[in-house]
């Protein structure tokens, strides 16, 4: 693959410490969740940066998608929803996402077929294929 953009970000101190992008233009403190058994606080988690960042990658992805398809999108909104759980097959952690997207305007079969062609094109879907499990879900009403 020849690279079109790439970017660095480094962690220190795990998830009760803090991360940061080389060029200084994303900067967290991390703080574990009470549901993992941490104390909370205000810092982002990984959950949450990999939900954004699936979120925004993806509703570019339906762009993309629905202007190749000639299709005009309004008001489009994209959640991505990040769990980890066990893994029951090495005691270890595993994520799964879950994709809800609404576009409002369109029928309930183009929007669902819109959806998956994003799902297909989109690179942390491609990344995440076969790794973990991701449902997508399209609604074209509220």
Same mark, same amino acid.
């Given at each position: 693959?020849?690279?079109? @953009?790439?970017?660095?970000?480094?962690?220190?101190?795990?998830?009760?410490?803090?991360?940061?992008?080389?060029?200084?233009?994303?900067?967290?403190?991390?703080?574990?969740?009470?549901?993992?058994?941490?104390?909370?606080?205000?810092?982002?988690?990984?959950?949450?940066?990999?939900?954004?960042? @699936?979120?925004?990658?993806?509703?570019?992805?339906?762009?993309?998608?629905?202007?190749?398809?000639?299709?005009?999108?309004?008001? +489009?909104?994209?959640? +991505? &929803?990040?769990?980890?759980?066990?893994?029951?097959?090495?005691?270890?952690?595993?994520?799964? +996402?879950?994709?809800? +997207? @609404?576009?409002?305007?369109?029928?309930?079969?183009?929007?669902?077929?819109?959806?998956?062609?994003? &799902?297909?094109?989109?690179? @942390?879907?491609?990344?995440?294929?076969?790794?973990?499990?991701?449902?997508?879900?399209?609604?074209?009403?509220?």
């Amino acid at each position: 693959m020849e690279a079109l @953009y790439t970017t660095t970000a480094t962690a220190i101190g795990g998830r009760n410490g803090k991360v940061e992008t080389a060029d200084g233009t994303l900067k967290h403190e991390l703080s574990m969740p009470k549901e993992l058994g941490g104390s909370g606080g205000d810092g982002t988690n990984p959950e949450q940066m990999f939900a954004a960042g @699936y979120a925004a990658c993806f509703e570019s992805a339906l762009n993309l998608v629905a202007r190749q398809q000639d299709v005009s999108l309004q008001e +489009v909104s994209v959640s +991505v &929803h990040v769990s980890l759980g066990k893994d029951e097959a090495d005691d270890g952690f595993k994520l799964a +996402v879950k994709i809800d +997207v @609404y576009l409002p305007g369109l029928e309930q079969d183009q929007a669902a077929k819109l959806a998956e062609a994003a &799902h297909q094109a989109c690179p @942390y879907s491609k990344a995440t294929r076969g790794n973990i499990e991701v449902e997508v879900n399209s609604a074209s009403k509220p």
